[in-house]
């Protein structure tokens, strides 16, 4: 069983940066595509990004690509969301989680998501 923390959420003003981080326990962390979602206040949640088990394939919402990569640390058992040219309407409560399945990803569909962590603010000023 995986389970998931994230931290590195904070108050950043337009056009700043942030690295978010998602610190797994569980010894097959490195065998399961990892994503970052968000959720807005009044709005459901969306997909921000998504990583391969390995890391050899990634993906962007369309809302942030160019503005944000995703990568892991299956030695660390960590990923990473790096976030910059932060606009007001990137601020959400940012989650990370993991993978349904063994193997596979990234994945865009929380469907495909099976452990969730409980979220780290990010709040945008302008």
């Known amino acids: 069983q995986v389970q998931l923390v994230e931290s590195g959420g904070g108050l950043v003003q337009a056009g700043g940066s942030l690295r978010l981080s998602c610190a797994a326990s569980?010894?097959?962390?490195?065998?399961?595509?990892m994503g970052w979602f968000r959720q807005a206040p009044g709005k459901e949640r969306e997909y921000v990004a998504g990583?391969?088990?390995?890391?050899?394939?990634?993906s962007y919402a369309d809302s942030v690509k160019g503005r944000v990569t995703i990568s892991r640390d299956n030695f660390k058992n960590t990923v990473t969301l790096q976030m910059s040219s932060l606009k007001p309407e990137d601020t959400a409560v940012y989650y990370c989680?993991?993978?349904?399945?063994?193997?596979?990803?990234?994945?865009?569909?929380?469907?495909?998501?099976?452990?969730w962590g409980q979220g780290t603010q990010v709040t945008v000023s302008s």
């Open positions: 989680a993991a993978g349904r399945q063994r193997f596979g990803g990234p994945y865009i569909s929380e469907d495909q998501y099976a452990i």
């Open positions: 990583i391969s088990w390995n890391g050899g394939s990634t």
């Open positions: 569980g010894r097959t962390f490195s065998t399961y595509a």
